[in-house]
């Protein structure tokens, strides 16, 4: 895990000039500053990918000949819009048919309830018989059974003409189409086409469990994960002008990489263009970008010169100047480098005296004649702090 975005001062040691040179035969001058920290904007770099929060295979839900698709490819579609026109006109004869026999049924059971009707009124005087009551009910249950048949088919042949215009479930940008006029479709067709949501975007990147824990310790007492802003670069370098956030942790780790699985969402508006009607966006489902965690709230971190520091087989170190101007080596784990700067992690406290100029004079355990570095070293401290 990297920490980047930082912008640090380097105090430079009140101390009185030191001569350009020490005199012969005495402690070879060197230019030292004190390290201090300084409140900065935390950043974590980790390796993402976009990926859409809406993504919809479109597919046929009944079989038929497709007369026309009725979209451009590459466009973006708004939900409702339509799609595809599968051939109508036997779904609309099926509707038609089966309006006809909701009629008929409609019609047999208004006879059925005349007929119960008048046995019923025939049911007290010497020409009724209960058998022709008992009869009448038959009759009645049977015809409305079939008029409940009948309109259940309709809705279904309703249903089904429904389907033979295809529209786009959601707003998005649409991709080929994997099928053409005069060729028949059926749900085991496959996906017709894909509709792609653009606005917003997820970012969905791993994190090992290291540096999920380091996260949740610096950042759970300025208020969790909410006080993490989310930013991206693009693959050509570029930083996205817009801002995130983080919206999901997953809750497993992948055992085989050691990671967790984060997720953030981040808008992707359409580019403002002249005389064009196609919408350009800068995010792409899939896309590869290195996802950027920065703290809301400033963290206190130390800073010095990236010249200061030396590597070995031990480490990276650096040399530290005591009270007795005597010269020690210590070692130190960095952070972020944004030159001509780098972060510490650990190895100096604030207020040490660290050399910056001249290091190839210093012996370890030897003296030194310290002072203010350089102009140039000077000027880039400077610089760094405005």
């Known amino acids: 895990m990297r920490r980047s975005g930082l ?11 030191a001569a350009a040179q020490a005199p012969p035969g005495g402690p070879p001058a060197v230019g030292v500053i004190k390290v201090t920290k300084h409140p900065v904007t935390e950043t974590n770099r980790f ?3 976009i990926q859409a929060t809406a993504r919809v295979d479109i597919v046929a839900r009944v079989t038929a000949y497709l007369d026309s698709y ?11 819009q339509l799609l595809y026109k599968l051939e109508q006109p036997p779904f609309q004869a099926a509707v038609e048919a089966d309006q006809g026999a909701v009629a008929q049924f409609q019609a047999q059971l208004a006879n059925a309830n005349v007929t119960l009707q008048r046995a019923n009124t025939l049911i007290n005087t010497p020409a009724g018989l209960q058998s022709n009551v008992d009869s009448a009910k038959a009759t009645q249950g049977n015809v409305q059974g079939q008029l409940l048949t009948a309109q259940a088919q309709l809705k279904t042949a309703q249903i089904n003409l429904g389907y033979t215009t295809i529209t786009s479930p959601i707003d998005g940008k649409i991709g080929q189409t994997n099928v053409t006029a005069g060729n028949v479709v059926s749900p085991s067709s496959g996906t017709l086409t894909t509709v792609i949501g653009q606005d917003p975007m997820y970012i969905v990147f791993p994190v090992s469990v290291r540096s999920l824990l380091e996260l949740r310790d610096r950042y759970v007492p300025l208020g969790g994960f909410d006080a993490i802003r989310l930013r991206i670069v693009l693959p050509d370098g570029r ?4 801002t995130g956030a983080l919206n999901f942790v997953n809750n497993t780790v992948a055992t085989n990489t050691d990671t967790v699985t984060l997720r953030g969402t981040i808008a992707n508006p359409a580019l403002p263009q002249k005389g064009v009607d196609t919408v350009v966006r ?21 800073a010095i010169p990236q010249a200061a520091v030396l590597t070995d087989q031990g480490g990276s ?37 660290i050399v910056v100029d001249g290091l190839q004079r210093v012996r370890v355990g030897q003296p030194v004649n310290p002072g203010p570095p350089p102009p140039s070293a000077t000027e880039a401290a400077q610089k760094a702090a405005q």
Do not use: C, H, W
Not at 7 to 17: F, Q
Not at 239 to 242: A, D, F, I, M, R
Not at 323 to 342: F, Y
């Open 7 to 17: 912008a640090m001062a380097l105090l430079v040691a009140a101390a009185a000039p």
């Open 47 to 49: 390796i993402g990918r």
């Open 70 to 80: 009725v979209f451009k490819e590459g466009d973006e579609v708004k939900k409702g």
């Open 239 to 242: 930083t996205y002008g817009q």
């Open 282 to 302: 800068e995010l792409y489902d899939g896309e590869f970008v290195t996802v950027l965690l920065e703290g809301a709230q400033p963290v206190d971190l130390l």
């Open 317 to 353: 170190y650096v040399y530290v100047v005591g009270d007795d101007k005597v010269v020690s080596r210590q070692n130190v784990q960095l952070g972020q480098t944004e030159p001509p700067q780098v972060a510490v992690v650990s190895g100096l406290k604030e207020g040490q005296t």
